[in-house]
């Protein structure tokens, strides 16, 4: 399991980005997946999170109505729409695999994750 996650920037309030995290070593259609963000001097939290067995789409409180997630299974690809960017966005973004058993609301929540973590993409929101 490999991801590499790009698309951050420095990005004033109000802005957007769109994260992209290409992951390799398994079939991204099967499982349930997601983005979570670190900030500095804090825990990662799960952000958005997404499962290939029901359709679900779970986000966390503080995106919800900013951020969309979304997945292009023939790219193995997974992005993150983020609009209305705020300074409490500024983290670390990461990407994640989970077991397509776990819904998404468990994966972002509970944080249960498989395999290793890609090296991130650095967002910041600043004036």
């Known amino acids: 399991v490999h991801f590499v996650e790009s698309g951050g920037d420095l990005v004033q309030p109000g802005g957007s980005l769109r994260l992209s995290c290409a992951a390799s070593g398994f079939t991204l259609a099967y499982y349930t997946i997601g983005w979570f963000r670190q900030a500095p001097g804090k825990e990662r939290e799960g952000v958005s999170c997404?499962?290939?067995?029901?359709?679900?789409?779970y986000y966390a409180d503080s995106v919800k109505g900013r951020f969309t997630i979304s997945r292009d299974n023939t790219k193995s690809t997974v992005y993150l729409q983020m609009n209305n960017l705020k300074p409490e966005d500024t983290a670390v973004y990461y990407c994640?695999?989970?077991?397509?058993?776990?819904?998404?609301?468990?994966?972002?929540?509970?944080?249960?994750?498989?395999?290793?973590w890609g090296q991130g993409t650095q967002v910041i929101v600043s004036s």
């Open positions: 997404d499962s290939s067995s029901d359709g679900v789409t």
């Open positions: 994640a695999v989970t077991l397509p058993i776990t819904s998404a609301q468990e994966m972002c929540v509970r944080n249960i994750t498989s395999g290793s």
